[in-house]
């Protein structure tokens, strides 16, 4: 903190009180406990690889036009209420603070969760990357600050092997097909000496098909990495 910014917090501070990003309550600076609370975890049935609700019917579309390339995948929440604003201030509103009580809640839903994600037995944890044009905009890549804080929950390294090498379209509006086509060689792995024969656990915000957590997965598979993992805030 610069001087002039350490003498003006404390009249900024009554100025703008700390209050909740979502429901605006005062005190919690990001995201309160009652908010925090209010999430609510993805229908049952879940798929046991991808963790996505699946109709009872037709089974998991995502997982059964092609197995995604991670053991299996997680998601503290479904993509809607408390959880789907949040997300939208920590992605399109910098407040790259979300992190902080997200990634806690992340944290402690995957120690809930540690018999679908091998025991929490993993070398370190990679966030998916970003491109570096949008991480310049952006000037965060939010999954990477949400695992550096999983990190720090779960005593486990983090991984910065992977990244985005080309640009390519949200995956927002897209359709199944056009999603995997819009991501196919989009992750190289820079450094294939830290993932050789490592246990990986990949961290994103949202999983909507898990066709990025698919292609982030292959990528570290095709560099030589044991098995890879996935943990992400929603799913949907
Ligand atoms: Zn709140
Ligand atoms: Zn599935």
Redesign the pocket.
């Known amino acids: 903190m610069t001087t002039l910014a350490a003498v003006l917090d404390p009249f900024l501070s009554l100025l703008y009180p700390p209050r909740c990003l979502v429901c605006r309550a005062l005190g919690a600076a990001g995201l309160c406990t009652a908010c925090l609370e209010q999430i609510v975890s993805v229908a049952d049935p879940a798929?046991?690889?991808?963790?996505?609700t699946?109709d009872l019917n037709d089974g998991?579309l995502?997982?059964?036009s092609r197995r995604?390339a991670f053991v299996r995948a997680r998601a503290l929440g479904a993509y809607e209420g408390v959880l789907q604003t949040a997300i939208y201030h920590f992605k399109y509103r910098d407040r790259p603070q979300l992190a902080g009580p997200l990634g806690r809640s992340l944290a402690s839903f995957a120690r809930d969760q540690c018999a679908h994600l091998n025991d929490l037995k993993f070398d370190a944890l990679q966030p998916v990357p970003m491109h570096s044009t949008r991480r310049r905009l952006r000037g965060y890549n939010q999954s990477e600050r949400l695992a550096r804080v999983v990190c720090t929950e779960l005593g486990l390294p983090l991984c910065d092997a992977l990244v985005r090498s080309r640009p390519t379209r949200p995956q927002v509006g897209l359709a199944r097909e056009a999603r995997c086509h819009n991501l196919a060689g989009a992750f190289t792995v820079r450094r294939p000496e830290e993932v050789r024969g490592k246990t990986l656990l990949l961290i994103d915000d949202v999983a909507t098909t898990?066709s990025s957590l698919s292609e982030c997965a292959a990528a570290l598979r095709a560099a030589g990495a044991a098995a890879v993992y996935g943990l992400t805030l929603a799913a949907g």
């Open positions: 798929c046991p690889v991808c963790g996505h699946v998991c995502n997982c059964l995604p898990g």
